[in-house]
Nanobody
Framework: QVQLVESGGGLVQAGESLRLSCTDS????????MGWFRQTPGKEREFVAG????????SYADSVQARFTISRVNAKNTVYLQMNSLKPEDTAVYYC????????????????WGQGTQATVSS
């Protein structure tokens, strides 16, 4: 069973950094692709970054490319999202998600979700 818990959100100023973490308490973490999505009020949940089960393949939304980095440590059942050079438009609730083996950009393809963590970037 997959149980995801995010942490690391908070309030920062534009240009600063945050690192989000997501830990799975289940036993199959190493066989799941992991993803980060974000959502703001009135908008659909959007793909931010994904990483394959081995960590060998990653993907990013154009809006965060070169600023955000997704990584995972399977021995710790944890996936990270390092967010640098943050902008006010990055303000959102960030969700961690899991699906077998490969990432997908559609939120409909991810069966497991965390509860979300708020990241707020002030100008």
């Amino acid at each position: 069973q997959v149980q995801l818990v995010e942490s690391g959100g908070g309030l920062v100023q534009a240009g600063e950094s945050l690192r989000l973490s997501c830990t799975d308490s289940g036993r199959a973490f190493s066989t799941y692709a992991m993803g980060w999505f974000r959502q703001t009020p009135g908008k659909e949940r959007e793909f931010v970054a994904g990483i394959s089960w081995t960590g060998g393949s990653t993907s990013y939304a154009d809006s965060v490319q070169a600023r955000f980095t997704i990584s995972r440590v399977n021995a710790k059942n944890t996936v990270y999202l390092q967010m640098n050079s943050l902008k006010p438009e990055d303000t959102a609730v960030y969700y961690c998600a899991a699906r077998p083996y490969t990432w997908h950009k559609s939120s409909d393809e991810w069966p497991y979700w965390g509860q979300g963590t708020q990241a707020t970037v002030s100008s």
